[in-house]
């Protein structure tokens, strides 16, 4: 295996603690579980004769309507990343199209993969695709989705899709491009729309025999889950409703915001997607690492530099936090750019 360093991992985990607002994260704020209806009572989730792997499993198949033989249960999607990477994609090409998530592209190349970005390129690859995409928010293209799937059933590729962000979406049931064809995998994880990165409960669908390979390269590598956390994982997903009522509300009024701030700042231009995030363009300046540094240094915001996302002279603008972060983070980025 050969190292490939996540620039932006390095960034977020070096300033996160020094900054004074930090728009890198992705994720929504963590909710009051107990305020929801869930029970976090550990003596309760002790008391608990089920399997709970298995009842977890078969919550998310009954989510999506699926099989619980087609649900791989991972640590987050960083796990299920490496998974289907390590198993899935040995001994193929992966194309990874630009900009995207740095995970969906540094997994591969440390694993020794023969790395492009272009989907025109044939062959039995495996595609590494976020949709929503990370870091522009944007939906993708039905179309570029479509044409996707018809090249991976006729060559033999696999579509992998990170699905994170497709909750953002807001449908009134769960929806997935697992079954699509039979060469579609796809992840998705409770930290994003959920905000509950801290269980570290993420997923896998995949069709069953690849489900089984997965599965058993799980067990080498981490064993089993938490079970104290996919007993609330559980719970939650059994109230999703509303957890996606309270998501719809925080991505509604911090996009207002944002958008504020694209207006009233020169010089920037976002359009904004699905996901809480955007990727913001700027027309002058220097690279987006040592802009993010000057930012950071001159008004203690926490951006992500675009270079990391395979996306040059922008930055990914996250807005999941609170209000009380986001508002005087957005007018101290505005303030840089009137000064800059």
Not at 6 to 30: H, K
Not at 93 to 117: E, K, Q
Not at 303 to 331: H, K, M, N, Q, V
Request: proline fraction near 5%; aromatic fraction near 10%.
């Amino acid at each position: 295996m050969r190292s490939a360093r996540d620039e932006l991992f390095d960034w977020i985990l070096s300033n996160r603690q020094s900054c004074r607002y930090n728009l890198t994260s992705s994720g929504l704020t963590e909710p009051n579980l107990r305020a929801m209806g869930v029970d976090t009572s550990y003596e309760a989730y002790a008391s608990e004769k089920d399997d709970l792997e298995s009842a977890f499993a078969e919550e998310v198949a009954r989510s999506y309507k699926v099989e619980p033989e087609n649900v791989v249960l991972t640590a987050g999607a960083s796990e299920s990343i490496f998974l289907v990477y390590s198993v899935i994609g040995r001994g193929r090409r992966a194309t990874v199209p630009l900009p995207n998530y740095p995970p969906m592209f540094t997994v591969p190349r440390s694993l020794g993969m023969t790395l492009s970005s272009s989907l025109r390129e044939p062959g039995r690859n495996i595609f590494g695709i976020t949709d929503p995409n990370n870091p522009t928010g944007k939906s993708l293209n039905a179309g570029m989705l479509e044409n996707l799937f018809k090249i991976s059933s006729r060559s033999g590729a696999t579509a992998f899709i990170n699905e994170t962000y497709r909750e953002f979406t807001f449908p009134e049931e769960p929806l997935t491009h697992f079954g699509r064809t039979p060469t579609v995998i796809t992840c998705n994880t409770m930290t994003k729309l959920y905000g509950l990165g801290r269980l570290r409960v993420g997923w896998i669908l995949a069709d069953k025999k690849s489900a089984r390979q997965l599965l058993y390269a799980k067990w080498a590598v981490s064993g089993h889950d938490s079970e104290y956390s996919l007993w609330i994982a559980a719970q939650v997903l059994r109230r999703r409703h509303k957890f996606v009522e309270r998501a719809r509300h925080i991505r509604s009024a911090n996009a207002r915001l944002v958008r504020k701030f694209l207006r009233d700042t020169d010089g920037v231009s976002a359009e904004l997607g699905a996901a809480p995030f955007c990727l913001v363009h700027y027309s002058k300046g220097p690279s987006s690492l040592q802009l993010a540094k000057a930012i950071l240094s001159k008004t203690g915001v926490l951006i992500g530099p675009g270079d990391f996302f395979g996306a040059p002279r922008a930055f990914r603008l996250c807005f999941t936090s609170d209000e009380e972060t986001l508002r005087p983070g957005l007018e101290a980025l505005s303030d840089f750019f009137a000064r800059n």
